[in-house]
């Protein structure tokens, strides 16, 4: 059964540092979307991408995030300057055009900031 | 804004005890509803989605029910095992009204024990 696939499944990296969150989402689907996970909290959606271009975004998607497609499989998330705060675990998913609008998850990225 | 809420936010129980789950969520403006389950420091294990047509799914043990128009949903698991332990999340799937596409807005999750 087709899922969505992340990389690395843990990245460690110091604060001021920039990362890359990597997804393979679903090879038919055509929305992407990054959700985060501070520990002990609840998910909380960050951002949608649909046909090369940002769709929605919350609040918490600001100026330090950036999200790329760079070619037909790969979906990244980038934060340009690490701060402790955004130590969580990032969850990509994708979803096709279908009447249950179900999101398919990966696995998610745990990403600490010291 | 949609709020929802999970309730209880933990719970311990005997094997073998059948449990309910609760998610209470605002506004019923929903199109479907989704419960996962996440086992410690690990991802999200879907469970059930139930469609906004529907009133309920079951899959195995498990049977979920909708109701939006009193902003519940009830997750049902019968005859717990200690292997059910983990948190159990619900998560509205609402429509953005800007781009119309939709997103998934999350609980805040029940932490089960099932004590053997």
């Known amino acids: 059964e087709p899922e969505v696939t992340q990389t690395p499944s843990h990245q460690v990296t110091q604060m001021g540092q920039e990362v890359i969150l990597r997804c393979v989402p679903i090879?038919?689907?055509?929305?992407f979307y990054w959700y985060r996970q501070i520990l002990g909290q609840k998910v909380e959606f960050l951002v949608s991408f649909y046909n090369n271009e940002i769709s929605e975004k919350s609040e918490i998607f600001d100026d330090q995030f950036s999200v790329e497609r760079p070619d037909g499989s790969n979906f990244t998330l980038k934060i340009r300057s690490t701060k402790l705060e955004d130590s969580a675990m990032y969850f990509c998913?994708?979803?096709?055009?279908?009447?249950?609008?179900?999101?398919?998850f990966g696995p998610g990225t745990r990403l600490t900031v010291t | 804004k949609q709020e929802v809420t999970q309730i209880p936010a933990a719970l311990s129980v005997p094997e073998g005890e059948n449990l309910v789950l609760n998610c209470s969520f605002t506004?019923?403006?929903?199109?479907?509803l989704q419960w996962f389950r996440q086992d410690p420091g690990k991802g999200l294990t879907s469970l059930l989605l139930?469609?906004?047509?529907?009133r309920e799914q079951t899959s195995g043990r498990l049977n979920a029910s909708l109701d939006k128009s009193s902003g519940r949903s009830t997750l049902y698991i019968a005859a717990s095992q200690p292997g059910d332990s983990a948190t159990y999340l619900c998560?509205?799937?609402?429509?953005?009204?800007?781009?119309?596409?939709?997103?998934?807005?999350f609980g805040t999750g029940t932490r089960l024990k099932v004590l053997a």
């Open positions: 139930i469609q906004s047509s529907q």
């Open positions: 998913a994708s979803s096709g055009a279908g009447s249950s609008y179900e999101q398919y």
């Open positions: 506004d019923s403006a929903i199109y479907n």
């Open positions: 090879s038919n689907h055509l929305y």
């Open positions: 998560a509205v799937i609402a429509r953005w009204s800007t781009s119309g596409t939709y997103k998934y807005i």
